[in-house]
């Protein structure tokens, strides 16, 4: 729990529980490092990919560096690394966050 209202973070910064902080914490321990989901159940019902669909996504006609820079536009590509990117979407099971508003959003519509 947080405090009642914003807080101005040069006096109350440390001192006052911070719920996004809480919220980086929470969401940091969702993936492992490789990008594997540590939810409890999160791949209970999900059929993994056979090694012939592995085989198949491998051929499909798809550069993923040219995506990585082109689309992208970052400098390395993230998700499980035996799943390619161009794969994932409609078959294989993705946890994402897609952001909050928190702090001084409330101040800064006041102005």
């Known amino acids: 729990m947080g405090a009642k209202t914003d807080l101005h973070s040069g006096v109350y910064g ?32 999900v059929k993994a990919p056979s090694k012939d669909e592995l085989k198949a996504w491998k051929r499909l006609p798809f550069n993923e560096e040219k995506y990585r820079k082109a689309e992208v536009g970052s400098k390395v590509l993230t998700g499980e690394p035996d799943i390619r990117c161009c794969t994932g979407p409609g078959r294989v099971l993705r946890l994402r966050y897609m952001g909050c508003r928190a702090g001084l959003w409330r101040w800064e519509r006041r102005r």
């Open 14 to 45: 440390g001192a006052a529980p911070n719920p996004l902080f809480a919220l980086v914490e929470i969401i940091s321990k969702l993936k492992d490092s490789k990008g594997k989901v540590l939810i409890p159940g999160f791949y209970k019902n």
